[in-house]
């Protein structure tokens, strides 16, 4: 099947600094990305939708200034998670559409907020 | 509003047994559903995906059912075996929403 790969794959900040998250299509074209947070011991919830070249759209209670989401390319989306806290800390997923509506699922990111 | 439901949330069986994983789904307007495992700080992996036309899919020791009409699809395992232990997830895709909805999880352990 087709591969997402994230970037980092963990990542460990001081609070009050921001995270980038990346996610990418490695071979084929994602006119949808999806992005999921996963809490311990808790199923992945959707956060947003992103599509290329427009605004993502996010999931109620979702603040959408703290996690900041670029689909500059058919095949990058990134989440920027500002001003972490600890609170953030948590297992992100991203997720690729392809044109003819299969899905795949990016390996994670584990972000923990010190 | 779509939910996507599985029971039992936990279970513990003896390798070699057979078992059964159910997901449950509020909508029969589904584009598809689809198993996936989800080993301990590991991401996804997929197990198998049904889409909405189809009953069942098969891979290996697994077999999964769908029946839109009832909102429920199984997950069947034969033969369990101590690497099965894991966590296994239901996602269901909702033909209005488009959006692929998760259920809280089955953590199953089989004890050697």
């Known amino acids: 099947g087709a591969v997402v790969s994230q970037h980092p794959s963990w990542v460990i900040c001081k609070s009050g600094t921001s995270v980038k998250i990346e996610c990418r299509s490695l071979?084929?074209?994602?006119?949808?990305m999806f992005w999921y947070r996963q809490f311990p011991k808790q199923s992945l919830m959707l956060m947003a939708t992103?599509?290329?070249?427009?605004?993502?759209?996010?999931e109620q209670g979702v603040e959408k200034d703290k996690f900041l989401i670029n689909h500059a390319s058919l095949t990058l989306s990134t989440l920027t998670v500002t001003s972490a806290h600890p609170e953030d800390s948590s297992f992100y997923i991203c997720?690729?559409?392809?044109?003819?509506?299969?899905?795949?699922f990016g390996p994670g990111t584990r972000l923990t907020v010190l | 509003k779509q939910e996507v439901t599985q029971i039992p949330a936990a279970l513990s069986v003896p390798e070699g047994e057979n078992l059964v994983l159910n997901c449950s789904f509020t909508?029969?307007?589904?584009?598809?559903l689809q198993w996936f495992r989800q080993d301990p700080g590991k991401g996804l992996t997929s197990l198998l995906l049904?889409?909405?036309?189809?009953r069942e899919q098969t891979s290996g020791r697994l077999n999964a059912s769908l029946d839109k009409s009832s909102g429920r699809s199984t997950l069947y395992i034969a033969a369990s075996q101590p690497g099965d232990s894991a966590t296994y997830l239901c996602?269901?895709?909702?033909?209005?929403?488009?959006?692929?909805?998760f259920g809280p999880g089955t953590s199953l352990s089989v004890i050697p």
């Open positions: 997720s690729a559409r392809l044109p003819n509506n299969e899905q795949f």
């Open positions: 071979d084929f074209q994602a006119t949808t």
């Open positions: 992103s599509n290329e070249g427009s605004k993502a759209t996010y």
């Open positions: 909508d029969s307007a589904i584009y598809n």
């Open positions: 049904i889409q909405s036309s189809q």
């Open positions: 996602a269901v895709r909702y033909t209005s929403y488009d959006k692929v909805i």
